[in-house]
């Protein structure tokens, strides 16, 4: 989330953009030494966010999310999209409605229910490489695993995965795949109306021929007040799926695996105890936090946040990365992989708690359970040194990584 | 003991009935209900830890 980077608020300025892009680099680098620094200035950061400030203690950070009524999600438009995206550019009352239709959807049940097609997904991956000794983690597991559950999901031939991947890219960091950020916006719009044309077609099938599928479900399903959903909130929803549901995972796969290849006790812990598994997962996610912030939320009368007045208007960044390694939470400096305490704010809080948790818990989980099952003893690629990407989705764009393999061993 | 969610405050985010199954459930959409508001001293453990999980402090035990 959190890609309001990739849209332009005011005239370009060659040094605030340099200045951004240093503090971009420096927080991906090191979330905990960047954001203890901004905390010993003040409780919220004025300086990092080009909308605007930034909450940064747990406290803030969750009545921010919380209190809806005085913080607004109908902000600017979100990852080039014209209007806004469902359910995550609409506030309450509106927003709950597209949740109750939403959230049976990706429930703890029907994720379940998807994890053997997930479970097939890694195995075919980790088949591919696996005698060589060697593989890309970010490109050859991290990468296509999402954007395969989400072609499952959505009843598209696996065929369309290169599409996936051109698309996510361009959604999530244009100026990259484009080169500079002038060529990055205008690439990134010409890709959202080629997505939602892709998805029209896909609407248009489905009324031809149903299916039992997610997209058929949004057709035909009756929403709160006995209507059906429009065609165009249709297509708002399957390109938050989108935008929301691709790197977040594959930048969190690639979050854990490295502190694993650095911290080879943890790897142990998970080969000698794999039902760690899922107290690692959450701590994990808690001091990477790879989402480093929620969408911007706009103020919608006069007030204070610590403090610091605050005027109506502002649009103020929620910092999970900072509000989940405050200080004032006891132990929240230090990596405790059997923490009891699993509050962290990674997929958010208060009504726009991430739709898909229930999802990308059971992605990450079945990686790790299957490499770690088939792969237990791995480390960096010699020579190779981990570069962060600098943005507000903290990634790793390659992570190679290699194994022994014993000669004639079928595993 | 007794347990409680606070429907108002709960976001689904599925932590109290992944750690005490004994105690909570998930309804359709994923949200956590209690199964019965009396914990048996047996789980009274378990619905305690679950105060410390949920993100939203949703959950409230009393005596
Ligand atoms: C580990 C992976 C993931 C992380 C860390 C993550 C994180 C988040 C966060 C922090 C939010 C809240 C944004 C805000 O309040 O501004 C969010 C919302 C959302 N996420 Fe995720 N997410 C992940 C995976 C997924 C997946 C797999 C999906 C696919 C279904 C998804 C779909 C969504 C949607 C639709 C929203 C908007 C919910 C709303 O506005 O009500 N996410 N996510
Ligand atoms: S952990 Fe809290 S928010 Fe999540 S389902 Fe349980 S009560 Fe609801």
């Known amino acids: ?411 | 003991m007794k347990v409680a969610i606070d429907q108002g405050r709960c976001q689904g985010h599925g932590r109290c009935y992944e750690l005490a199954p004994e105690v909570f459930t998930d309804d359709d959409s994923g949200y956590g209900t209690v199964i019965a508001p009396d914990v048996p001293p047996a789980y009274a453990d378990q619905a305690q830890d679950a105060v410390n999980v949920c993100p939203e402090r949703a959950i409230s035990t009393a005596e």
């Open chain 1, 1 to 411: 989330m959190a890609a309001q980077t990739t849209v332009e608020a005011g005239p370009p300025d060659a040094e605030r953009e340099a200045r951004l892009e240093q503090f971009m680099r420096e927080r991906a680098n090191d979330p905990r030494a960047y954001y203890a620094q901004l905390r010993a200035r003040c409780p919220v950061d004025f300086d990092e966010h080009r909308d605007g400030p930034a909450a940064l203690s747990r406290a803030d950070v969750e009545s921010v999310l919380r209190d809806t009524d005085l913080w607004s999600n109908e902000t600017t438009p979100i990852m080039g999209s014209a209007e806004p995206v469902i359910p995550l550019g609409v506030d309450p009352p509106q927003h709950s409605i597209y949740r109750r239709v939403l959230d049976p959807l990706f429930s703890p049940k029907r994720m379940k229910a998807l994890e053997p097609a997930v479970t097939d997904h890694v195995n075919q991956m980790i088949d591919a490489f696996i005698d060589t000794g060697q593989c890309d983690f970010s490109a050859d597991v991290a990468v296509p695993l999402p954007c395969l559950t989400f072609l499952t999901l959505l009843g598209l031939p696996e065929e369309e995965l290169d599409d996936m991947v051109r698309w996510k890219d361009i959604m999530i960091r244009p100026e990259i795949v484009a080169g500079s950020r002038e060529a990055g916006q205008q690439l990134q719009m010409q890709t959202v109306g080629e997505i939602y044309q892709r998805f029209s077609q896909e609407l248009a099938a489905r009324r031809e021929q149903p299916r039992d599928d997610l997209i058929t479900f949004l057709l035909t399903t009756d929403v709160d007040d006995g209507r059906k959903l429009s065609e165009s909130e249709i297509l708002r929803i399957l390109f938050l799926l989108l935008a929301a549901g691709l790197d977040t995972v594959t930048i969190s796969l690639e979050c854990i695996f490295n502190y694993l290849i650095e911290h080879p006790e943890a790897r142990q812990l998970l080969v000698d105890e794999p039902e760690s598994m899922d107290g690692l997962i959450e701590e994990l996610l808690r001091w990477e936090s790879p989402v480093m912030g929620a969408a911007a939320r706009r103020a919608t009368r006069d007030t204070e946040l610590s403090g610091c007045p605050i005027p109506a208007g502002t649009l103020v960044l929620p910092a999970l990365a900072a509000a989940n390694l405050d200080p004032d939470v006891p132990g929240s400096q230090q990596v405790d992989l059997r923490r009891k305490d699993k509050s962290h704010l990674a997929f958010g809080g208060g009504p726009h708690r991430c739709l898909g948790s229930h999802l990308a818990r059971m992605e990450l989980r079945v990686v790790i359970r299957e490499w770690h099952r088939r792969i237990p003893e791995y480390r960096l690629k010699p020579g190779v040194a981990v570069e962060w990407t600098p943005s507000s989705l903290r990634g790793i764009d390659h992570l190679p990584l290699v194994w022994d393999v014993p000669a004639g061993d079928a595993r």
